[in-house]
């Protein structure tokens, strides 16, 4: 990695792509040299998932199988040059067994490892974050092993390319998958849309899918700049992704194996934005769910205070090599302008302290949103939902998402609101809180981190000291309406579907009387809390604020390395009660 960095150190000043040692193209960026040392000792301490649990993501969609490979990539990888030639090695291996297995007659196994390797393919392409001889091969491969495993799948796998005028190869391309024992008529489709370092290949699992097992037929697709598409010459652009969404149900409605007045759409990270942009601007979709979010406008966290490869990955998926001419793109990366136009229902599903992009801007897009709206929160979790009680504890929120459109499908009502999933695992219901209107920032310099305390107008808690010492609870206002969660065994559930198209439970809709929580049960931290321990208070720093200081407080193994502590991170605008 230091001759990576010593290579662009020296052509910094201009905008010549960079290579590393097998070739690969880097874009330049400021932050990857200026803080190289950071990121170097962050890679050799943790490993590929230094900054993200991206591993955890590629493992879940190849299963327990894959597991011991991961593992090994995670303990040898601890440079960033490693990374690539880690995952080829385990991509060539896996396919070597395919074709052993396969010629012994054994095409379960077979199949099983062409998926792999093609997910392991992918994984290598991802730390060039360019087109290049390496990254063509890589997905030349990707392509060969998922072609062979689709021919041997369990269920109907197709490759198609979806008609997108105005770009270099005219179409998208994607895998349509139809659920096991489909066996004729129209069924529901989900759309899915990968995050920023995953792939379409990587998006329907290999085993038990969520989809799929719920009667859906699966829509994989990779859109502007993503993986392929950025390799046909089709970069990213919002006017580009806004035009996703009537390409793919228009070449849906040619289907016969789909209902057309059945298709959803779903997202996570950055799918969660490209989502966001695609529903907007297309309303036949039936619903749209996005999860683990980025809908801060401008990125301005993701790029200037998360790792740089998120910014070097989003340049390449532009086109840029120029990193100023990027910083006045990124001006245009924003759902506002586009949220207001949607009117299907949406669901949003975060971590409480999401360090990519602060959850006040999911409460901003979703008092954009015109039609009914849900969004629920996993206290204290990252913006990957995991590693912390409430995920490990309450739903999962990937299947949470899937029963959510399960249920939009059957054309089951629900309420417009908030659910904290708090740190027993438990659902605690009430309304979607009000967002007041903000001036504008005055100055772009940050002012001093205020104590928490109460004000006039309730609008922060004095926290209570806990007598053990942990973080404190803010205590809620008689005046507020506040919900009492009930025990997971105690949440109101309705029976079981039996529908032929296994679409499964519902979750619990209708704003219904919820149980109280057994006595003696702790109250729950609101996720609208004035601070965070330490002083670091929720929000979002916004664009031309101050760039994170060096002294970053610790963290835990997979986390992004957060801004200075002790500055805001901005506004809170939902109404609190005053202490008591």
């Known amino acids: 990695m230091?001759?990576?960095?010593?290579?662009?150190?020296?052509?910094?000043?201009?905008?010549?792509?960079?290579?590393?040692?097998?070739?690969?193209?880097?874009?330049?960026?400021?932050?990857?040299?200026?803080?190289?040392?950071?990121?170097?000792?962050?890679?050799?301490?943790?490993?590929?998932?230094?900054?993200?649990?991206?591993?955890?993501?590629?493992?879940?969609?190849?299963?327990?199988?894959?597991?011991?490979?991961?593992?090994?990539?995670?303990?040898?990888?601890?440079?960033?040059?490693?990374?690539?030639?880690?995952?080829?090695?385990?991509?060539?291996?896996?396919?070597?067994?395919?074709?052993?297995a396969e010629a012994m007659g054994d095409l379960v196994t077979a199949r099983e490892n062409y998926f792999i390797a093609a997910v392991h393919w992918s994984a290598a392409q991802w730390p060039g974050h360019a087109?290049?001889?390496?990254?063509?091969?890589?997905?030349?491969?990707?392509?060969?092993?998922?072609?062979r495993f689709a021919e041997l799948a369990d269920h109907h796998v197709e490759a198609v390319w979806i008609p997108f005028?105005?770009?270099?190869?005219?179409?998208?391309?994607?895998?349509?998958?139809?659920?096991?024992?489909?066996?004729?008529?129209?069924?529901?489709?989900?759309?899915?849309?990968?995050?920023?370092?995953?792939?379409?290949?990587?998006?329907?699992?290999?085993?038990?899918?969520?989809?799929?097992?719920?009667?859906?037929a699966v829509l994989a697709m990779e859109g502007p700049g993503q993986y392929e598409c950025a390799m046909l010459g089709t970069h990213f652009s919002l006017p580009a992704w806004a035009q996703v969404g009537p390409a793919c149900l228009d070449w849906l409605a040619g289907r016969p194996e789909v209902d057309p007045a059945q298709v959803v759409l779903t997202g996570s990270g950055f799918g969660s934005f490209a989502a966001t942009i695609v529903a907007a601007n297309e309303p036949r979709f039936r619903a749209c769910a996005v999860m683990e979010v980025?809908?801060?406008?401008?990125?301005?966290?993701?790029?200037?205070?998360a790792s740089p490869t998120h910014k070097m990955r989003f340049m390449y998926m532009t086109g840029h090599t120029d990193e100023a001419e990027f910083d006045r793109f990124t001006r245009t990366l924003t759902w506002q302008g586009h949220a207001e136009r949607l009117r299907m229902p949406y669901l949003a599903v975060a971590g409480e302290d999401d360090e990519l992009s602060p959850l006040d801007w999911t409460r901003d897009l979703l008092d954009a949103v015109q039609g009914p709206r849900q969004l629920v929160v996993y206290q204290d979790s990252p913006h990957h939902i995991g590693g912390v009680p409430s995920a490990r504890l309450g739903p999962s929120a990937a299947i949470l998402v899937a029963d959510w459109l399960a249920a939009r499908v059957r054309g089951e009502a629900f309420p417009s609101e908030q659910w904290i999933i708090d740190a027993d695992g438990r659902i605690n219901r009430g309304p979607m809180p009000a967002v007041e209107p903000v001036e504008p920032p005055e100055a772009s310099h940050p002012s001093p981190q205020p104590v928490p305390q109460a004000s006039p107008h309730g609008s922060g808690p004095v926290p209570a000291a806990s007598p053990n010492g942990s973080k404190p609870v803010p205590q809620a206002s008689p005046d507020?309406?506040?919900?009492?969660?009930?025990?997971?065994?105690?949440?109101?559930?309705?029976?079981?579907?039996?529908?032929?198209?296994?679409?499964?439970p519902p979750l619990a809709s209708g704003s219904g009387t919820v149980p109280p929580s057994p006595e003696g049960a702790e109250p729950v931290p609101s996720v609208d809390r004035a601070a965070k321990p330490g002083g670091r208070g929720r929000g979002s720093r916004k664009k031309g604020g101050p760039a994170p200081a060096a002294g970053d407080h610790q963290q835990p193994p997979i986390r992004h390395e957060p801004a200075d502590p002790k500055r805001s991170r901005g506004r809170s605008k939902v109404p609190r009660g005053s202490s008591s």
């Open 480 to 504: 507020e309406p506040t919900s009492v969660a009930a025990a997971p065994s105690e949440q109101p559930r309705p029976v079981p579907s039996a529908s032929p198209n296994g679409s499964g």
């Open 2 to 100: 230091d001759r990576i960095l010593a290579d662009q150190t020296r052509a910094a000043g201009n905008t010549v792509d960079q290579h590393d040692q097998s070739g690969s193209t880097l874009p330049p960026v400021r932050r990857w040299i200026a803080e190289r040392q950071r990121w170097a000792s962050a890679i050799a301490a943790r490993g590929v998932d230094w900054d993200h649990p991206r591993t955890v993501h590629w493992n879940a969609a190849c299963g327990t199988e894959a597991a011991a490979d991961f593992a090994d990539i995670r303990r040898q990888a601890r440079t960033y040059a490693a990374i690539a030639p880690a995952f080829a090695a385990a991509a060539r291996h896996r396919e070597a067994r395919a074709r052993t």
């Open 131 to 147: 087109e290049d001889a390496a990254d063509r091969a890589h997905h030349e491969r990707k392509r060969a092993c998922y072609s």
């Open 294 to 305: 980025c809908h801060e406008p401008g990125w301005t966290t993701v790029f200037e205070e």
């Open 165 to 216: 005028p105005g770009t270099h190869r005219g179409s998208l391309p994607a895998w349509l998958h139809l659920p096991p024992g489909y066996s004729g008529g129209r069924i529901p489709v989900a759309v899915v849309v990968p995050d920023l370092d995953s792939c379409k290949e990587a998006t329907v699992a290999l085993h038990g899918d969520r989809f799929l097992s719920r009667g859906f």
